[in-house]
């Protein structure tokens, strides 16, 4: 029911900024340890859909691992990048599905957790707020990035 640990509009701002970019410029890489502006769309899908899964596993299976996702090889990997639309249909579906599972939480149910491989225990309630804040931290570099390509 603390529906304040999570803003289901969060990404508001993220599709603003996003929305103003010249197609151009999304895919340029840098350098080659640097994410392309597609490579954060890209990681940023990834995140989100794993917060679905790694909500409701904590929630609801017996024994919940929560397996790590390696982002530096998910990125190098030669997957596809998601068209525009494509990420922001499914970011935005997994956010209010998200906002509405908050919504039926009780206090027990935020205090759950999974297991992480790599970072250990984990709660219902820490997983939405580590989902709140993400997309904080690739806004800046999306700034950052988009600061280099057109300097
Ligand atoms: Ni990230």
Do not use: K
């Amino acid at each position: 029911m603390e529906l304040s640990l999570y803003d289901r509009h969060r990404f508001d701002e993220f599709w603003t900024v996003i929305d103003g970019i010249d197609p151009a410029h999304l895919d340029v890489i840098q350098a080659p340890e640097i994410w392309s502006i597609a490579d954060v769309i890209d990681h940023l899908v990834d995140a989100e859909t794993q917060s679905y899964v790694r909500l409701r596993s904590a929630l609801y299976d017996l024994s919940s691992i929560i397996p790590n996702h390696d982002e530096n090889r998910w990125q190098a990997s030669t997957r596809p990048h998601y068209s525009h639309a494509h990420a922001r249909s499914l970011i935005d579906g997994i956010r209010q599905a998200n906002h509405d599972l908050l919504a039926t939480l009780d206090a027990a149910a935020l205090e759950r957790t999974g297991m992480h491989t790599t970072a250990g225990p984990v709660s219902v309630r820490q997983l939405f707020q580590i989902y709140d804040d993400h997309v904080g931290t690739h806004l800046w570099q999306v700034h950052r990035l988009l600061a280099n390509i057109t300097s």
